[in-house]
């Protein structure tokens, strides 16, 4: 199944700022589900019920990379510069197929 989402960006600046270890993206898969079924890596997302590896668009893999770019690089006190480049994240179209 394909699908088009925006990550909140509430969800990236709690991944980015370490407050969560659940990626925005995994967030949403598994939002639904009382077992995670899905964990979200750079260039693939993992089907737990399936066993697969599945492979994912370029906009899911700039997605992840921005967004790893952002937790590596993160420093307190935060400034207005990560909030903007959250935001500006929370607008990117990913698409997915799960």
């Given at each position: 199944m394909k699908l088009?989402?925006?990550a909140p960006t509430q969800h990236i600046f709690d991944y980015v700022s370490g407050a969560t270890v659940a990626d925005p993206v995994e967030r949403h898969l598994n939002n639904t589900s009382i077992v995670d079924?899905?964990?979200v890596f750079e260039d693939s997302i993992y089907d737990y019920?399936?066993?697969k590896f599945i492979l994912?668009?370029?906009s899911f893999?700039?997605?992840q990379k921005k967004l790893t770019l952002l937790r590596?690089?993160?420093k307190t006190p935060i400034n207005e510069?990560?909030?903007d480049e959250c935001v500006e994240l929370s607008n990117v179209i990913i698409d997915i197929t799960i």
């Open positions: 088009s989402m925006k079924r899905y964990e019920k399936s066993k994912q668009s370029e893999k700039k997605f590596r690089n993160f510069s990560l909030i």
